[in-house]
Nanobody, 118 residues
Framework: VQLQASGGGLVQAGGSLRLSCAAS????????WAWYRQAPGKQRELVAR???????NYADSVKGRFTISRDNAKNTVYLQMNSLKPEDTGVYYC?????????????WGKGTLVTVSS
């Protein structure tokens, strides 16, 4: 599985961005799609997650502002980010978890940088 994240950039506080994660390869065994972020000097943290059944969950810090969604026809997962805050700044990573003969396997895309200016 290969994941390609895009959509990052520089935005003012209060603005919006939409991140995309395009997947290729054998994705039929993917059970969870997620976005993580890593701010400078901090550990990577989960931002949002969506299961193959469509269930979602979010970090408390982004609830009500971010929305994760999936377009199965395009093999793409999105993260719509509204009302952005400077503390949302960081590198955002797309993640996918598959289940199969090897158990659970994590796949990661290269990050895309989001910078929110105050």
């Amino acid at each position: 599985v290969q994941l390609q994240a895009s959509g990052g950039g520089l935005v003012q506080a209060g603005g919006s961005l939409r991140l995309s994660c395009a997947a290729s390869g054998t994705i039929s065994n993917i059970v969870v799609w997620a976005w993580y972020r890593q701010a400078p000097g901090k550990q990577r943290e989960l931002v949002a997650r969506i299961t193959s059944g469509g269930s979602t969950n979010y970090a408390d810090s982004v609830k009500g502002r971010f929305t994760i969604s999936r377009d199965n026809a395009k093999n793409t997962v999105y993260l719509q980010m509204n009302s952005l805050k400077p503390e949302d700044t960081g590198v955002y990573y797309c993640n996918a978890v598959s289940v199969g003969g090897r158990g659970l396997v994590d796949y990661w895309g290269k990050g895309t940088l989001v910078t929110v200016s105050s």
